[in-house]
């Protein structure tokens, strides 16, 4: 038999490719190692009764626990929770949607407290989170107010329509800058809301007669026409499909109805209210995202939730008082509120608890105008 010396080279090399290789020693990981001995430590640990009262003492016990604990967080670290943004926050003011804010807007913050004052033209403030007060002189006896966020910056700006020159005139929040924008005719109705989807309240009028909408896009600067609606509706533009858009839609006096056209799709939907309903209250009462078909009527709030369909009936002060339905308490969810003429009170229905919220802001002749001012 050959020896292995006595083999030709080429055999050598054969059997040397055969033989097994040699095994090198394993590489572990520090934190590899550490895992394997806390889970070890652990479990001695477990076994032999250290924890119990007795078995060491007290400054040693505290010390092996100390050292095991900081090891294993660090080896096992746990997820911290964190407060999630909303990827949307839509923004109402008379029961319209003037603007949807984007940037990681975070629920919470309440409306403002607001009146205006046509005798001197002075906005009067109370911030919803802070409770302080602002005032701002802006328009004229005979101005119809019409907020909207209309330079984007997440605020709403002061903001009057003048009938009798059809002007809209608007003092910026950003910059503190003005403007007069003629657009309209002798009376159109403002309508202003934020119809695409921009964050910025597009200046808009609805024309009764003709049941025509006629609005200047705040992302292009181009004027629209739209024909929808039957001469004697009121318009109430909202985003009832909740894509944050706001809808072309009407009230309709003589049936109770809403009627609206959806931005995404184009498709036209309606909703019945029952009888006694007079005057249209729409907004997010349910915190869905979209607008529910609402009225006032001698017997309380009709509400038509978008969310479940069924209808609500809440009985809320008189029909004598001015609707002023806005997010008072910061939920995401709209309020049930009323502003009382005569004495200039507040009537708040907090979505959040049901509480009553009661607060004296504003005198007889003033206008209500809540609104995020955030001033």
Known sequence: MKTFKNLTKTQQRVIRRRRRPELKPKRFSVRSVLIVMTLSVSAIAGAAGLTQAGSVDTGTSGLIDQLYRSVYEWLFPQPQSRRLALSKEYIYADSRLIAVDDAG????????????????????????????VTSQNWGAADDVPSLGDFDGDRKTDFCVFRPSSSTWWILNSSDGAFRAVPFGIGGDRPAAADFDGDGKTDIAVYR????????????????????????GDIPTPSDFDGDGLADFAVWRPSDRSFH???????AERSAVLPQGSEEPVPSDYDGDGRADPAARSASGWLI??????????????????IA?????????RT?????????????????????TRTVQWGQSGDIPVPAFFRR
């Open 105 to 132: 807007s975070i629920n919470g913050n309440p409306s403002d407290l607001a009146v205006w004052r046509p005798s001197s033209g002075t906005w009067w403030i109370i911030n919803g989170a802070s409770s302080s």
């Open 208 to 231: 009764p007669g003709d049941a025509r909408w006629y609005v200047v896009r705040s992302g292009t600067g181009g004027t629209t026409m739209h024909s929808f609606g039957s001469p």
């Open 260 to 266: 609206w056209i959806e931005s995404t799709g184009g």
């Open 304 to 321: 038509r939730s978008s969310l479940t369909g069924g209808l609500q009936t809440v009985t809320w002060h008189s029909l004598s008082d």
């Open 324 to 332: 002023v339905p806005n997010d008072y308490d910061g939920d995401g």
């Open 335 to 355: 309020d049930i509120a009323v502003w009382r003429r005569s004495n200039g009170t507040w009537y708040i229905r907090n979505s959040s608890d049901s509480s």
